[in-house]
């Protein structure tokens, strides 16, 4: 995690490179999507796992001004970056917390308010120079997690002015709802989203919209009303499965090799002995495993593949359990005059995405992203 003490040793550790110019890029290239609404950035979970305070100032340099967290906490961090600059807005998306609403004024964050409770309680505690602080209304179209049901809207709106006397609008200045399945393109769910969410906005000409994250973005229905909210697109997760994936990389995670070992058909590798080699065998170890964020679930045993890696520009298969602190990669097929140890296996990058290791996982990218370890070697390029 971006500020954790970190002392930089050489060698043998793994290096988790982000590129800045990459997010800033993919942010440039959804925001011309979507023009003339404005694109914010969704930077919860320390920015998706490459680091808050270098996200959120690449993409403040590239235009960003609307950034979106899930905790007060990560408001605060992301202020700390931009300072309290009215210019930028930082809305806080899973609410207001009984007794926060002090620390939202403290750091001038936007709740996203989704309860009659969180409107009162801001209305309660936000006087002063919070009253100048607007919030936004999430409506619940339909995922039955967070926020109101479209019916109660205008009365929430209604009471959004009488608790706040004087402020234009009831100081509701963003009207959001969240998709429940936007990354599968045919669900009829979709469709029904948007045409709710469409109604409920002509409701409230004078109130911003906002409805889709980066998946909703690549909908034919073109769903960007005011104001887009993409997350991970930006740190080149694939918007569109199943098609050509539109966003740059910006992970690469790799790690060099500890040492190489020789193995002959039929003896087993790692924990329990559940791999057992089927030819001769180059085995490279690594020292990155699931107390890196390196999913379990990327084992290869006989009975079914695991991760991959890319060693010396080939795609090399993982042999046996991932452990804590080392996996093992059968890297028979790599050019083995160069094999050594130092020598950089990729785990993610340009060729090994974070949606392949997701699929390959059983998990999807958003976790191998919001998962990555706290020993990297972090190094920040493109800032
Ligand atoms: C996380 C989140 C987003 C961003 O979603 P991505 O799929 O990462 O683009 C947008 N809106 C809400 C309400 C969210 O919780």
């Known amino acids: 995690m971006a500020g954790a003490p970190h002392i930089p040793l050489a060698g043998a550790q793994a290096v988790l490179a982000i590129d800045l110019a990459a997010l800033a890029a993919n942010w440039r290239f959804l925001a011309d999507r979507v023009a003339p609404a404005r ?6 979970a320390d920015a998706y796992g490459t680091g ?4 959120v100032g690449a993409l403040a340099r590239a235009g960003c001004r609307v950034f979106f967290v899930a905790h007060a906490s990560e408001g605060a961090r992301v202020r700390a970056v931009l300072g309290a600059r009215a210019g930028f807005r930082v809305y806080v998306l899973n609410g207001l917390p009984p007794g926060a609403a002090r620390d939202y004024v403290e750091h001038v964050l936007r709740p996203v308010l989704g309860s009659f409770e969180e409107l009162r309680e801001w209305a309660a505690h936000a006087t002063g120079a ?4 607007p919030v936004a209304l999430h409506v619940d179209t339909g995922m039955n997690r967070l926020g109101l049901a479209p019916d109660r809207a205008a009365e929430f709106i209604a009471l959004a002015g009488e608790l706040r006397p004087g402020v234009p609008g ?14 599968a393109r045919g669900d009829a769910f979709n469709g029904r989203q948007i045409a709710a ?5 002509d409701r409230f000409p004078g109130v911003a919209a906002s409805l889709s994250n980066s998946s909703g973005l690549f909908l034919p229905q073109k769903p960007f009303y005011d104001l887009a909210r993409p997350g991970y697109a930006l740190y080149g997760g694939n918007p569109a499965p199943g098609k050509k994936n539109p966003m740059r990389p910006v992970v690469t995670l790799r790690a060099p090799i500890l040492q190489l070992r020789d193995i002959e058909a039929g003896e087993t590798v790692g924990y329990n002995a559940q791999w057992t080699a089927k030819r001769k065998t180059r085995l490279a170890a690594i020292g990155v495993g699931y107390a890196d964020g390196l999913p379990r679930s990327l084992m290869a045993t006989d009975a079914r593949p695991g991760g991959e890696a890319m060693v010396l520009g080939a795609r090399c298969p993982f042999a046996g359990r991932v452990s804590m602190d080392i996996t093992m990669i059968d890297v028979t097929d790599a050019p083995r005059d160069l094999l050594k140890p130092g020598v950089d296996v990729e785990l993610l990058g340009a060729e090994i995405t974070v949606d392949d290791m997701g699929a390959r996982a059983g998990t999807i990218g958003y976790e191998v992203l919001t998962s990555l370890g706290r020993r990297y070697r972090r190094e920040y390029t493109g800032g």
Do not use: W
């Open 197 to 201: 969410f469409r109604a409920l906005r």
């Open 52 to 55: 808050t305070e270098q996200a």
């Open 170 to 183: 009831g100081a509701v200045d963003l009207l959001m709802s969240h998709f429940v399945a936007s990354e």
């Open 130 to 133: 919070g009253a100048e602080i």
């Open 39 to 44: 694109c914010a950035a969704v930077v919860k």
